[in-house]
């Protein structure tokens, strides 16, 4: 998540890709979870938190968690958004911000314990086999359960914090994609109180460059519902959560676009394609259609062929 491939640079353990996939593909094939995300009505306030190596600066974040009494208003929506979940992982910014969130949730009912780098291992150890084994509702964290943490029954994961690290925000995320045969988790949700995924993006679109040089690539096509704080890809007019209806946006503009007006104008990018797969892709009340995707290295391209379709669709396809 920090060098890179593990076929580049100096004497590489390994020489070729055997096989690639990404996440869209394995949720797709029922091997992970679909996530859903909601922004949360509080936010952390980020305005003058300073960054050091590449990230928010902790201690600036940690006062920026107490403002308005943005923790104890989170801690409020979670609770409220996990009445129906089962397992939560919340990540706080600080060691002592984990052990006041933890606090808050016990204090309304909720068994919930914390974990830490400053917890011993024995103690870790029975709390991590306690939450798996269901006894306890939530577990607050800093700093750990990122990476090497497996506990497929998680289906809410809090971000009480921000992050400007594409490869923290994944693996973050990562925790709640697992699937869990043995109990029911349609769609893990995701409440984000730091911006992270309008900061970052769709999760199945952060690249290997992204993580290498630490920066997500472009503004993320992200927009959250004004009525239950679902968040979305932006070009989506409903929301899939309330059904909002987004007003339509003027498409008019103040400024001259130097743009390409026609498709012709566009100058195409040629892409080696490394592999190619097909699906039916069914839609209800619509004719089926072909669904083709084109791996080229990291980069994930896919087109619908429409030959069932009628008009210029099927025309389309045909040529």
């Known amino acids: 998540m920090k060098q890179g491939l593990l076929t580049e640079g100096d004497n590489p353990l390994f020489h070729s890709i055997a096989y690639e996939t990404d996440i869209q593909q394995l949720i797709d094939h029922g091997y ?3 996530l859903r995300s909601k922004g949360g009505k509080e936010k952390i ?5 300073r960054t050091r190596r590449g990230d928010f600066l902790a201690s600036d974040m940690e006062q920026a968690v107490q403002k308005n009494d943005v923790t104890e208003k989170a801690v409020a929506e979670i609770i409220d958004y996990g009445r129906d979940r089962r397992a939560w992982l919340i990540f706080c910014v600080s060691v002592a911000h984990a052990e006041q969130t933890r606090s808050l949730l016990v204090e309304a009912g909720i068994t919930a314990e914390s974990i830490t780098g400053r917890t011993p291992k024995p103690q870790r150890e029975n709390i991590l086999a306690d939450y798996k084994a269901g006894k306890i509702t939530a577990l607050t964290s800093q700093s750990v359960l990122t990476t090497g943490f497996d506990a497929p029954h ?11 690290s ?5 693996q973050i995320l990562g925790r709640g994609l697992r699937i869990s045969p043995d109990t029911e988790k349609a769609d893990p949700l995701v409440l ?3 911006g992270n995924v309008e900061r ?7 690249s290997t460059d992204s993580i290498k040089s630490g920066k997500s690539s472009g503004d993320a096509p992200v927009k959250e519902c004004p009525e239950c704080f679902e968040l979305m890809l932006a070009g989506l007019r409903t929301c899939p959560a309330c059904q909002y209806e987004f007003p339509a946006k003027d498409k008019h503009d103040s400024h001259a676009s130097n743009g390409a007006l026609l498709n012709s104008q566009v100058e195409p990018e040629w892409l080696d394609v490394d592999e190619l797969f ?5 839609k209800f009340g619509k004719p089926p259609s072909l669904q083709v995707t084109y791996r080229c290295g990291f980069e994930t391209v896919r087109e619908w062929v429409c030959f069932e379709h009628g008009g210029y669709a099927r025309q389309k396809a045909v040529m």
């Open 166 to 170: 594409p490869g923290l925000y994944v």
């Open 278 to 282: 097909y699906d039916i892709h069914e």
């Open 200 to 206: 970052h993006g769709p999760i199945d679109r952060i």
């Open 32 to 34: 992970l979870s679909p």
């Open 45 to 49: 306030e980020l305005q003058g938190v």
């Open 154 to 164: 998680t289906d809410l994961i809090a971000l009480l914090r921000a992050t400007k």
């Open 192 to 194: 984000d109180y730091g």
